[in-house]
C-alpha cells in the first residue's frame, strides 16, 4: 500500500503544471506566425524588387538590453527561489525597467528608419521589417504587463517564495525568456537574410 501511495506521488509530481503546459503551447504557435512570417519574407525576397537597407543601430541596442533583462529577471528568480528578498526586489525592477528601455529602443529604430525613408507602403523589405519587429514588440508588451503583476506582488504580498508563488514567476521568467530568444532569432534573420 504504501508502494502505490509512493507512486502516486511520483507520478504527480512528474505531470507539468497545466499553466506551464498552456504556456508552452501558445509559445509553439507564436512560433509559427513568426516562422511564416519569415518564410513569406524569403518568398518575397526571391521575387525581386527588394530594397536592402542598413538596420539602424538602436535594434543594436536593444538587444544588448533585451539580453541583459533576462539575465536579470533570472537573478531575480533564483533570488526569489533562494529566500533572498532584496535582490529578487531589485533585480525585478530593473527587469522591468530594461523591458521598456528594449520597447523605447525599438520605437526609436522605427523613427530612424522611417526618418530614412524606409515606411510601410514603400518597398516590401520595409513592410516585413516592421511587421516582424512590431508584432514581436506585442509580445514584449505581454510580458513587461506580467513583470508588472509580478512587481505588484513583490510589494504588496508578504514576501514567503510559496510552491503558488515560485510557479507564478516561472511562468514570467519562461515567458521572458522565450521573447528574448525570440528576437536573437528575428534579429539575426533580418540582419543576415
Same mark, same amino acid.
Given at each position: 500500500? !504504501?508502494?502505490?501511495?509512493?507512486?502516486?506521488?511520483?507520478?504527480?509530481?512528474?505531470?507539468?503544471?497545466?499553466?506551464?503546459?498552456? @504556456?508552452?503551447?501558445?509559445?509553439? +504557435?507564436? @512560433?509559427?506566425? %513568426? $516562422?511564416?512570417?519569415? +518564410?513569406?519574407?524569403?518568398? #518575397? &525576397?526571391?521575387?525581386?524588387?527588394? *530594397?536592402?537597407?542598413?538596420?539602424?543601430?538602436?535594434?543594436?541596442?536593444?538587444?544588448?538590453?533585451?539580453? *541583459?533583462?533576462? @539575465?536579470?529577471? /533570472?537573478?531575480?528568480?533564483?533570488?526569489?527561489?533562494?529566500?533572498?528578498?532584496?535582490?529578487?526586489?531589485?533585480?525585478?525592477?530593473?527587469? @522591468?525597467?530594461?523591458?521598456?528601455?528594449?520597447?523605447?529602443? &525599438?520605437?526609436?529604430?522605427?523613427?530612424? *528608419?522611417?526618418?530614412?525613408?524606409?515606411?510601410? #507602403?514603400?518597398?516590401?523589405?520595409?513592410?516585413?521589417?516592421?511587421?516582424?519587429?512590431?508584432? /514581436?514588440?506585442?509580445?514584449? =508588451?505581454?510580458? $513587461?504587463?506580467?513583470?508588472? =503583476? !509580478? =512587481?505588484? /506582488?513583490?510589494?504588496?504580498? #508578504?514576501? #514567503?517564495?510559496?510552491?503558488?508563488?515560485?510557479?507564478?514567476?516561472?511562468?514570467?521568467?519562461?515567458?521572458? /525568456?522565450? =521573447?528574448? $530568444?525570440?528576437?536573437?532569432?528575428?534579429?539575426? %534573420?533580418?540582419?543576415? $537574410?
Amino acid at each position: 500500500m !504504501a508502494d502505490i501511495a509512493l507512486n502516486n506521488t511520483n507520478q504527480s509530481t512528474r505531470r507539468i503544471h497545466p499553466q506551464v503546459f498552456a @504556456l508552452w503551447v501558445s509559445f509553439g +504557435s507564436i @512560433l509559427m506566425m %513568426f $516562422i511564416a512570417l519569415t +518564410s513569406a519574407y524569403i518568398v #518575397k &525576397q526571391a521575387a525581386g524588387n527588394w *530594397l536592402e537597407f542598413l538596420i539602424p543601430v538602436e535594434f543594436y541596442f536593444s538587444t544588448g538590453i533585451i539580453l *541583459l533583462s533576462s @539575465l536579470t529577471l /533570472h537573478v531575480s528568480y533564483s533570488s526569489f527561489k533562494n529566500g533572498n528578498e532584496a535582490p529578487y526586489k531589485l533585480l525585478l525592477i530593473l527587469s @522591468l525597467i530594461l523591458g521598456s528601455i528594449f520597447l523605447v529602443m &525599438q520605437f526609436r529604430g522605427w523613427f530612424t *528608419l522611417f526618418e530614412g525613408g524606409i515606411d510601410l #507602403k514603400g518597398n516590401p523589405s520595409g513592410s516585413f521589417f516592421y511587421l516582424i519587429t512590431i508584432l /514581436h514588440a506585442a509580445h514584449i =508588451v505581454g510580458g $513587461i504587463g506580467a513583470m508588472i =503583476v !509580478a =512587481v505588484l /506582488h513583490a510589494f504588496t504580498l #508578504k514576501f #514567503k517564495p510559496t510552491e503558488r508563488r515560485r510557479i507564478r514567476f516561472s511562468l514570467v521568467l519562461q515567458y521572458w /525568456h522565450f =521573447v528574448d $530568444i525570440l528576437w536573437i532569432f528575428l534579429f539575426a %534573420f533580418l540582419l543576415f $537574410i
